[in-house]
């Protein structure tokens, strides 16, 4: 088989006058934006500072499109969101010492949830590399140590003709199967440094497609095919692999039930008749899957939320597709498939069989009933009125982001989402403060749809100064603030395993006056009128806020 990369093509004569006659005044940080936008990139988001003033200053000479937010932490989760929603490398452009070391908790949500990014950050200057300690603003012993044990790979420069192969490398890493963060890190002097290497033109940094061995998905396809019960749960490794129409073809020709994980939401229509939706965090679906005589596990590692904190013993045969080969068999025994899960499905509807079970419905509307009469009895009628609420504004394709709050965990279960690609959340590592930024990422990446981000107050103080990058950039993100006072899920753990909760009460401002002195509209709703006033807003573009005070209370849980 011949790849692309494996051709050299011979330059052009204009092509030989212009290496050799290349523009004066280049530098390193010429030379980064040029790989990128020779890699494909069209937009880069970051913050400047004092070492990475060399790629900052390129930034002027080239055609990529700048988005700076104002927070460190906050420009990861908005490069983390653009590389979700178009599933292209996000290159981050970060400073030395604090400004990198400020993106970790963003870097780290990007590789739980495969996200990928391509981080670049300055250096001190390399005579002060290597632990020297020479003084320089912003040192560190070993700076790439602080991020090597978070992102998928590390590629340190030392010289300008370095540049481009090192960020070709790191882009490839990034978007090689499982997707996710790399960091490059160039020292200051490089980047100010002037260069007559030639202009870098278009880069082949095409990653491998990760195939499956037939051999596998051979004996995997005549299990689903002759199983008495098979049941399928789809992670976030269908939607990355935009997989969705091939789980439905196995799912439909199998009779097979399908669950969603919280990363996998909209891999499989919500209504379907085989659709046991997202109720992962509930006994009654855990029982469902436990008792599959084969259960195929598609694009999840089954984790703690994926796995009704780890109180999942599936008790039949287990079959795991998975492109991190990490997480093969790293909770369960399987039949282990190291692919993505585009091509696993692919092979595995090639050579299975139909199979007809007209009792598969059946058994899923039963199940799905009993988890409904168990949140009714839990007197949760005002949270189940707020999500439907959301779910009656949001537009179909209308992307959706989720940070750590009680409404966002009743999204993972309860929420439709209609179409894969459309909701994410922080659930990968867990840190507050996601959902604001990453929607406006999203609406960097798509601004033809308006974007929904989900805070509670306790979250969206993280966020606050990110109204300037909304407001600067025109961006199209609707903001729903749930004010309850504190951070409400902590104190409904704390009181429950305590008696009472220490360090959860929070003094906050008056939301809808902050926005404002943003110059962003925003209104204080009621759960009567959420519905009405958060459509309004979706529908008005550029950015705004809708605040609404409610202490919203979790569905009790099935794991203790």
């Given at each position: 088989?011949?790849?692309?990369?494996?051709?050299?093509?011979?330059?052009?004569?204009?092509?030989?006058?212009?290496?050799?006659?290349?523009?004066?005044?280049?530098?390193?940080?010429?030379?980064?934006?040029?790989?990128?936008?020779?890699?494909?990139?069209?937009?880069?988001?970051?913050?400047?500072?004092?070492?990475?003033?060399?790629?900052?200053?390129?930034?002027?000479?080239?055609?990529?499109?700048?988005?700076?937010?104002?927070?460190?932490?906050?420009?990861?989760?908005?490069?983390?969101?653009?590389?979700?929603?178009?599933?292209?490398?996000?290159?981050?452009?970060?400073?030395?010492?604090?400004?990198?070391?400020?993106?970790?908790?963003?870097?780290?949500?990007?590789?739980?949830?495969?996200?990928?990014?391509?981080?670049?950050?300055?250096?001190?200057?390399?005579?002060?590399?290597?632990?020297?300690?020479?003084?320089?603003?912003?040192?560190?012993?070993?700076?790439?140590?602080?991020?090597?044990?978070?992102?998928?790979?590390?590629?340190?420069?030392?010289?300008?003709?370095?540049?481009?192969?090192?960020?070709?490398?790191?882009?490839?890493?990034?978007?090689?199967?499982?997707?996710?963060?790399?960091?490059?890190?160039?020292?200051?002097?490089?980047?100010?440094?002037?260069?007559?290497?030639?202009?870098?033109?278009?880069?082949?940094?095409?990653?491998?497609?990760?195939?499956?061995?037939?051999?596998?998905?051979?004996?995997?396809?005549?299990?689903?095919?002759?199983?008495?019960?098979?049941?399928?749960?789809?992670?976030?490794?269908?939607?990355?692999?935009?997989?969705?129409?091939?789980?439905?073809?196995?799912?439909?020709?199998?009779?097979a039930p399908v669950v969603t994980t919280f990363g996998g939401k909209g891999a499989f229509p919500w209504t379907h008749p085989l659709s046991l939706q997202s109720w992962l965090e509930d006994r009654h679906t855990t029982d469902f899957l436990e008792d599959a005589d084969v259960l195929l596990v598609v694009g999840s590692g089954l984790g703690e939320l994926s796995s009704n904190y780890h109180t999942f013993a599936p008790r039949g045969r287990v079959i795991q597709i998975e492109a991190d080969a990490g997480k093969l068999e790293s909770n369960h025994p399987a039949l282990g498939i190291h692919a993505d899960a585009r091509l696993a499905l692919q092979a595995i509807l090639e050579t299975v069989g139909e199979r007809t079970d007209p009792a598969a419905a059946e058994r899923v509307a039963a199940v799905l009933g009993r988890v409904r009469d168990r949140i009714a009895a839990q007197d949760l009628d005002l949270e189940q009125r707020v999500v439907a609420a959301v779910r009656e504004a949001l537009p179909a394709r209308a992307p959706s982001f989720w940070d750590m709050t009680i409404l966002g965990y009743w999204a993972w279960s309860a929420f439709d989402a209609r179409h894969p690609?459309?909701?994410?959340?922080?659930?990968?590592?867990?840190?507050?403060?996601?959902?604001?930024?990453?929607?406006?990422?999203?609406?960097?990446?798509?601004?033809?749809?308006?974007?929904?981000?989900?805070?509670?107050?306790?979250?969206?103080?993280?966020?606050?100064?990110?109204?300037?990058?909304?407001?600067?950039?025109?961006?199209?993100?609707?903001?729903?603030?749930?004010?309850?006072?504190?951070?409400?899920?902590?104190?409904?753990?704390?009181?429950?395993?305590?008696?009472?909760?220490?360090?959860?009460?929070?003094?906050?401002?008056?939301?809808?006056?902050?926005?404002?002195?943003?110059?962003?509209?925003?209104?204080?709703?009621?759960?009567?009128?959420?519905?009405?006033?958060?459509?309004?807003?979706?529908?008005?573009?550029?950015?705004?806020?809708?605040?609404?005070?409610?202490?919203?209370?979790?569905?009790?849980?099935?794991?203790?």
């Open positions: 088989m011949t790849h692309d990369h494996d051709l050299v093509l011979r330059p052009t004569p204009a092509q030989i006058e212009a290496a050799l006659n290349p523009p004066p005044g280049r530098t390193g940080g010429d030379l980064v934006v040029e790989t990128l936008s020779g890699l494909g990139a069209t937009t880069v988001f970051g913050i400047p500072g004092q070492h990475a003033l060399g790629v900052f200053d390129a930034l002027r000479r080239s055609p990529l499109r700048y988005v700076g937010l104002r927070v460190e932490n906050n420009a990861g989760f908005a490069a983390d969101a653009y590389g979700r929603i178009t599933g292209e490398a996000a290159p981050l452009l970060l400073s030395t010492g604090p400004g990198a070391l400020l993106s970790l908790a963003a870097l780290q949500e990007a590789a739980a949830a495969s996200a990928p990014v391509v981080a670049i950050a300055s250096q001190v200057p390399v005579a002060g590399l290597g632990g020297g300690r020479r003084g320089h603003l912003h040192e560190l012993r070993d700076q790439q140590a602080s991020f090597r044990d978070v992102v998928k790979s590390v590629h340190t420069v030392r010289t300008l003709s370095q540049i481009p192969s090192a960020i070709a490398a790191a882009w490839e890493s990034a978007l090689t199967a499982p997707h996710g963060p790399v960091w490059v890190e160039i020292p200051q002097d490089v980047l100010t440094a002037e260069t007559t290497l030639p202009v870098v033109t278009a880069m082949d940094a095409t990653p491998e497609d990760i195939v499956p061995r037939p051999e596998l998905t051979a004996v995997a396809a005549h299990l689903l095919a002759h199983a008495e019960r098979p049941v399928i749960i789809a992670g976030g490794g269908v939607v990355r692999s935009d997989a969705s129409g091939k789980l439905r073809a196995l799912a439909e020709r199998i009779d690609n459309t909701m994410h959340s922080a659930q990968g590592a867990g840190g507050l403060g996601y959902a604001f930024p990453a929607a406006l990422g999203a609406a960097v990446a798509d601004p033809s749809r308006p974007v929904l981000a989900v805070s509670g107050d306790g979250g969206a103080m993280y966020s606050l100064a990110e109204l300037a990058t909304a407001r600067q950039y025109g961006l199209d993100v609707t903001w729903l603030i749930v004010d309850d006072g504190g951070y409400g899920i902590l104190r409904e753990y704390m009181t429950d395993a305590y008696g009472e909760a220490t360090g959860t009460e929070l003094t906050r401002p008056d939301f809808v006056a902050l926005a404002e002195s943003f110059g962003v509209p925003a209104v204080l709703t009621t759960p009567d009128t959420l519905a009405t006033d958060l459509a309004k807003s979706l529908t008005t573009p550029g950015p705004s806020v809708v605040v609404l005070p409610a202490l919203l209370r979790m569905f009790e849980p099935t794991h203790l």
